[in-house]
Antibody, heavy 128, light 108 residues
Framework: QITLKESGPTLVKPTQTLTLTCTFS??????????VNWIRQTPGKALEWLGI???????RYSPSLKNRLNITKDTSKNQVVLTMTNMGPVDTGTYYC????????????????????WGPGTLVTVSS | EIVLTQSPGTLSLSPGDRATLSCRAN???????LAWYQQKPGQAPRLLIY???SRATGIPDRFTGSGSATDFTLTISRLEPEDFAVYHC?????????FGQGTRLEIK
């Protein structure tokens, strides 16, 4: 069974850097094809994909936030870390990590761009 | 980026009714790379459908996804009390992956 859980500060001040950790179990980030995504849900933009880190340390980021984001992994600890710089009030919301979708068809493993499962999320408020 | 527009914004129905939710893309989503999620208050989204029409593990068969290119539909054949929630569509054909703004399914 795959599970993920986000952790980190609930309150950050404007201009500060946010660091969130996703701790997971039930899979290894050293297995070919595996990826962990970060997604957030804010009142202004609903659900927004932030980025993904793959088993081979390749990373992809949302173009609109690329300059502020960094995603790293610690395979030995089963953790993925998201850092987001220069936080502002519009960044207030719930941050989720989610496993890259995977399905097995006739014994063949197919990785997809959907998200399954998700962690429970962590609410981050940006305020002075 | 691909913009997904969900309609209606809110759908008011009764248990036992049939629900039809729409998700339209401003560009063609090839290979039906579209997913649907259900989200209940205080919870993370849960995958219902991937590949436009494939049900995720454990999802009841009253949930059906259909469509292609720019028009996709999620149909719930007979609403159960636990189905009243917010539903999101998501495309994963192009980067960045994007979501619709959601449809709230409420009890009439």
């Amino acid at each position: 069974q795959i599970t993920l859980k986000e952790s980190g500060p609930t309150l950050v001040k404007p201009t500060q850097t946010l660091t969130l950790t996703c701790t997971f179990s039930g899979f290894s980030l050293s297995t070919s094809g595996v990826g962990v995504n970060w997604i957030r849900q804010t009142p202004g933009k609903a659900l927004e994909w932030l980025g993904i880190i793959y088993w081979d340390d390749d990373k992809r980021y949302s173009p609109s936030l690329k300059n502020r984001l960094n995603i790293t992994k610690d395979t030995s600890k089963n953790q993925v870390v998201l850092t987001m710089t220069n936080m502002g009030p519009v960044d207030t919301g719930t941050y989720y990590c989610a496993h890259r979708g995977i399905v097995t068809v006739f014994g063949i493993v197919i990785q997809g761009g959907w998200f399954d499962p998700w962690g429970p999320g962590t609410l981050v408020t940006v305020s002075s | 980026e691909i913009v997904l527009t969900q309609s209606p914004g809110t759908l008011s129905l009764s248990p036992g009714d049939r629900a039809t939710l729409s998700c339209r893309a401003n560009e063609s989503v090839s290979r039906s790379q579209l997913a649907w999620y259900q989200q209940k208050p205080g919870q993370a989204p849960r995958l219902l459908i991937y590949g436009a029409s494939s049900r995720a593990t454990g999802i009841p068969d009253r949930f059906t996804g259909s469509g292609s290119a720019t028009d996709f539909t999620l149909t719930i054949s007979r609403l159960e009390p636990e189905d009243f929630a917010v539903y999101h569509c998501q495309q994963y054909d192009y980067s960045p992956m994007t979501f619709g703004q959601g449809t709230r399914l409420e009890i009439k």
